[in-house]
T-cell receptor, first 109, second 114 residues
Framework: GIQVEQSPPDLILQEGANSTLRCNFS?????LQWFHQNPWGQLINLFY?????KQNGRLSATTVATERYSLLYISSSQTTDSGVYFC???????????WGLGTSLAVNP | GAGVSQSPSNKVTEKGKDVELRCDPI?????LYWYRQSLGQGLEFLIY????????KSGLPSDRFSAERTGGSVSTLTIQRTQQEDSAVYLC????????????FGQGTRLTVV
């Protein structure tokens, strides 16, 4: 089945810094989502982005479907950005989301 | 409701007891999914519903796990004879349709089996 790899696994930033998180997938996808899991465990939808570029405030994402990767950009990071960022995809006739292992982000004041 | 609602938020149960976890999806969403997340891990698919039917039960870990959905709305995940390895956060999601649609998650039920 399709494999999803996220990098880096861990990231520590100083408040105000920018970062790029990457998600690679091994096959064509129908759907790709980025989530932020906050320290209380809630999964928050960031982007639904099977292709193209989207922006939402300090966050933006780009998916290059032909090259099988997606990038999540965080600019001017804040302590509230801390948590785990997950990329999840589905492909073909598979209805379930396949998840990466996440990038654990800590933003220090 | 405005979002996916799960209850209870936390459940502590003794080994061997049965538990029921409830998910109330976003109104009008035909697809409903159950996942679980063990400590420090990614999400593991359990089962999904299209309406009241469950076309894919492949992720259920054992026959102690079952789920149903009624009226195309509320779903219940039942774990019989709970074991310590069942301890995890159980997450429910819904989407407007099964294919090519954004999934929205509830806050989860944290299950601890002692």
């Amino acid at each position: 089945g399709i494999q999803v790899e996220q990098s880096p696994p861990d990231l520590i930033l100083q408040e105000g810094a920018n970062s790029t998180l990457r998600c690679n997938f091994s096959d064509s996808v129908n759907n790709l989502q980025w989530f932020h899991q906050n320290p209380w465990g809630q999964l928050i939808n960031l982007f639904y982005i099977p292709s193209g570029t989207k922006q939402n405030g300090r966050l933006s994402a780009t998916t290059v479907a032909t090259e099988r990767y997606s990038l999540l950009y965080i600019s001017s990071s804040q302590t509230t950005d801390s948590g785990v960022y997950f990329c999840a995809v589905n492909a073909g006739n598979n209805r379930k989301l396949i998840w990466g292992l996440g990038t654990s982000l800590a933003v220090n004041p | 409701g405005a979002g996916v609602s799960q209850s209870p938020s936390n459940k502590v149960t003794e080994k061997g007891k049965d538990v029921e976890l409830r998910c109330d999806p976003i109104s009008g969403h035909t697809a409903l999914y159950w996942y679980r997340q063990s400590l420090g891990q990614g999400l593991e698919f359990l089962i999904y519903f299209q309406g009241n039917s469950a076309p894919d039960k492949s992720g259920l870990p054992s026959d102690r796990f079952s789920a149903e959905r009624t009226g195309g709305s509320v779903s219940t995940l039942t774990i019989q004879r709970t074991q310590q390895e069942d301890s995890a956060v159980y997450l429910c999601a819904s989407s407007v349709r099964v294919r090519d649609a954004e999934a929205f998650f509830g806050q989860g039920t944290r299950l601890t089996v002692v």
